[in-house]
């Protein structure tokens, strides 16, 4: 499995971005998939999380009224909307991907096989 973020850019605080991961190769194994974000000297944190097959979804704890995932499984994609960017959102975003078949531990790395490049969102105060 291949991943492709895209979508990241600068933005004015307020503003709002749909970032996409894209999913190409043995699409058919991914059962869930996952944003991260990285951002300038920190570690890399979980954001959300969306079940393949079913559309489950988790959120991390802090931002969950400002972002949504959601995925389009005819194109292989998974969209993270994030409304209301303030400048702590700055970061780069990471999608993640993984075949196991296990609803847990979403949001530890090691829960995923499978990596993009990652996609930089400047939010600009």
């Known amino acids: 499995v291949q991943l492709q973020a895209s979508g990241g850019g600068l933005v004015q605080a307020g503003g709002s971005l749909r970032l996409a991961c894209a999913a190409s190769?043995?699409?058919?194994?991914?059962?869930?998939v996952a944003w991260f974000r990285q951002a300038p000297g920190k570690e890399r944190d979980f954001v959300a999380a969306?079940?393949?097959?079913?559309?489950?979804?988790e959120y991390a704890d802090s931002e969950k009224d400002r972002f949504t995932i959601y995925r389009d499984t005819a194109k292989n994609t998974v969209f993270l909307q994030i409304d209301s960017l303030k400048p702590d959102d700055t970061a780069v975003y990471y999608c993640?991907?993984?075949?196991?078949?296990?609803?847990?531990?979403?949001?530890?790395?090691?829960?995923?096989?499978?990596w993009g490049q990652g996609t930089l969102v400047t939010v600009s105060s």
């Open positions: 993640a991907a993984d075949p196991r078949a296990v609803w847990s531990g979403l949001k530890k790395e090691l829960s995923y096989d499978y």
């Open positions: 190769g043995r699409t058919r194994s991914i059962y869930k």
């Open positions: 969306i079940n393949w097959g079913g559309g489950d979804t």
